[in-house]
């Protein structure tokens, strides 16, 4: 999500809308797959479904970003490492 926003929202609603039923679960996707061979992992690792929930939400809203940067030790310490402002960090 971080990195390939466009790309990462497209393979997004290809395992929900397509492939929701075999590769989704009661806690979230199967944290493994192979499509050419129709095999899914039984099972997830709860870990690995935080940080795609929290990448998504700061892509739709920013909101984690916002708050981030909304504290001063991070904004001064920006500007220590050489930003012209904290902005030029994004």
């Given at each position: 999500?971080?990195?390939t926003p466009r790309e990462s929202m497209a393979a997004l609603r290809l395992l929900y809308e397509d492939l929701d039923r075999e590769i989704s679960?009661?806690?979230?996707?199967?944290d493994a797959f192979n499509l050419s061979r129709r095999w899914f992992a039984p099972g997830n690792l709860a870990i690995d479904q935080r940080p795609i929930v929290v990448m998504i939400e700061n892509r739709r809203s920013r909101l984690l970003w916002k708050l981030f940067?909304?504290?001063g030790d991070i904004r001064s310490g920006l500007v220590r490492l050489g930003f012209d402002s904290p902005a030029t960090a994004t």
């Open positions: 999500m971080l990195y679960g009661r806690t979230g996707f199967a940067m909304s504290c």
